[in-house]
């Protein structure tokens, strides 16, 4: 009885040991490697085991490399990244290609060997106006016309009558005084006696020529 519970349980651990690497090698030996695209410059790709078409679970180690057409860029290797957007198959690259189009091409070594490329376009994008990388700016606002002042009111007319006649009139001129009068006077005789003067010494002038004109003709 002992004998044959040792040979049953000898041949269950041998029907295991068989039967372990079949379920390792479930997946296949080789990853199918499907260049999607890029989002915004990330290039997106889909990685999954050849054999059954499953996700793979474990870390992927891979390059990314990307080419121009012309052949005058390149930009590589990058990492693959898992794609939050795309999963559970989904893979992405941190870095961003700039617009133009690309030869990509995808190596992966780890878990298994896969290979993928694809010609991928990269569009340029117009910085949206208004924004701190544009050089449009927004016009400043025309400025509205101030609506003219209303009219007084009947209550405020009479207020503003009111502080008009309080104000005091502005006194008048002041009268001259005596002194100044006294003093145009006499500006105005010492004037007239001057021309007095003047004329008296003018006819007294004249008489003396007609006397001296009738005595040499008598």
């Not at 990685?47 to 121009?68: K, L, Q, R």
């Not at 893979?91 to 189009?101: D, F, H, I, K, R």
């Not at 002041?174 to 006077?185: F, I, N, Q």
Request: hydrophobic share 45%; aromatic share 4%; net charge neutral.
């Amino acid at each position: 009885m002992r004998i044959r519970i040792a040979l049953s349980a000898a041949v269950t651990a041998l029907g295991l040991l068989f039967l372990l690497p079949s379920v390792a090698h479930a997946h296949g030996d080789t990853l199918k490697v499907v260049v999607t695209g890029q989002r915004a410059g990330h290039v997106t790709t889909e990685i999954t085991w050849e054999n059954d078409g499953d996700a793979v679970d474990e870390a992927v180690s891979a390059t990314v490399n990307a080419v121009s057409v012309d052949g005058t860029r390149t930009l590589g290797p990058w990492v693959l990244v898992r794609d939050p957007a795309a999963a559970p198959a989904g893979w992405t690259t941190a870095e961003v290609l700039p617009p133009g189009s690309w030869k990509v091409s995808v190596d992966v070594g780890f878990p298994a060997l896969g290979h993928g490329e694809l010609e991928v376009g990269v569009p340029v994008v117009d910085p949206a106006p208004g924004t701190a990388g544009g050089t449009g700016t927004t016009g400043a606002p025309t400025p509205v016309a101030s609506a003219p002042a209303p009219a007084p009111t009947t209550a405020s007319g009479a207020q503003s009558a009111s502080a008009q006649s309080a104000v005091p009139p502005s006194s008048p001129a002041p009268a001259p005084t005596a002194s100044s009068t006294a003093e145009g006077d006499a500006v105005w005789w010492t004037t007239a006696g001057v021309a007095v003067t003047a004329l008296a010494g003018a006819g007294v002038g004249l008489l003396l020529r007609r006397r001296r004109l009738r005595r040499r003709l008598g």
